[in-house]
T-cell receptor, first 114, second 115 residues
Framework: DAGVTQSPTHLIKTRGQQVTLRCSPK?????VSWYQQALGQGPQFIFQ???????QRGNFPDRFSGHQFPNYSSELNVNALLLGDSALYLC?????????????FGDGTRLSIL | KQEVTQIPAALSVPEGENLVLNCSFT??????LQWFRQDPGKGLTSLLL?????REQTSGRLNASLDKSSGRSTLYIAASQPGDSATYLC??????????????FGAGTRLTVKP
């Protein structure tokens, strides 16, 4: 039973570029949440997807967008990259019907902006 | 707005010591609280989840307590080992208006256990 998988593990981009990160949820989960974790900080909520729609959003600009596919996998897109976007991006999955159950996290994608 | 604070930010102890990590939160209307472990450059590993109706949860050498009314949780680690060295994060979870998870994290406590 595969857990949450994220790709790629590491990525280097330059300012102004665009990036797409991918996440496959744990088997049986239908909800995907994305978090940004800056060095030395706790994860900050970006947004959550369920039924292929963005259901809630944290305090992030429109440069951050996402998508969820029919198989529940998800993408996070970031446009016009800034140096401050350098962070570990974490994906977490859960079951909407079991919202009181623990979220499961992937190992993240380390994004570095030069 | 839910604020989660973890004290201390860093902690160094000799092997074998018992230790306590603290987490406080401002909004007591939570559904559960979760403690995670994070190794450098890695994702989060769930350690313990305490439902709002529970007072504590135990797993091996770990014991987490929850006092929802005072907005506090502690993670107790018994007989610490060098392999326990990691950052420990707490996160509080509530159900928002759309019946979705709304999880807020503390900044973590970086634990070093010296051999």
């Amino acid at each position: 039973d595969a857990g949450v998988t994220q790709s790629p593990t590491h990525l280097i981009k330059t300012r102004g570029q665009q990036v797409t990160l991918r996440c496959s949820p744990k088997s049986g989960h239908d909800t995907v949440s994305w978090y940004q974790q800056a060095l030395g900080q706790g994860p900050q909520f970006i947004f959550q997807y369920y039924e292929e729609e963005e259901r809630q959003r944290g305090n992030f600009p429109d440069r951050f967008s996402g998508h969820q596919f029919p198989n529940y996998s998800s993408e996070l897109n970031v446009n016009a990259l800034l140096l401050g976007d350098s962070a570990l991006y974490l994906c977490a999955s859960s079951s909407r019907t079991g919202f009181n159950q623990p979220q499961h996290f992937g190992d993240g994608t380390r994004l570095s902006i030069l | 707005k839910q604020e989660v604070t973890q004290i201390p930010a860093a902690l160094s102890v000799p092997e074998g010591e018992n230790l306590v990590l603290n987490c406080s939160f401002t909004d007591s209307a939570i559904y559960n609280l979760q403690w995670f472990r994070q190794d450098p450059g890695k994702g989060l590993t769930s350690l313990l989840l305490i439902q709002s109706s529970q007072r504590e949860q135990t797993s091996g050498r770990l014991n987490a307590s929850l006092d929802k009314s005072s907005g506090r949780s502690t993670l107790y680690i018994a007989a610490s080992q060098p392999g326990d060295s990691a950052t420990y994060l707490c996160a509080v979870n509530r159900c928002n208006e759309d019946n979705n998870n709304d999880m807020r994290f503390g900044a973590g406590t970086r634990l070093t256990v010296k051999p």
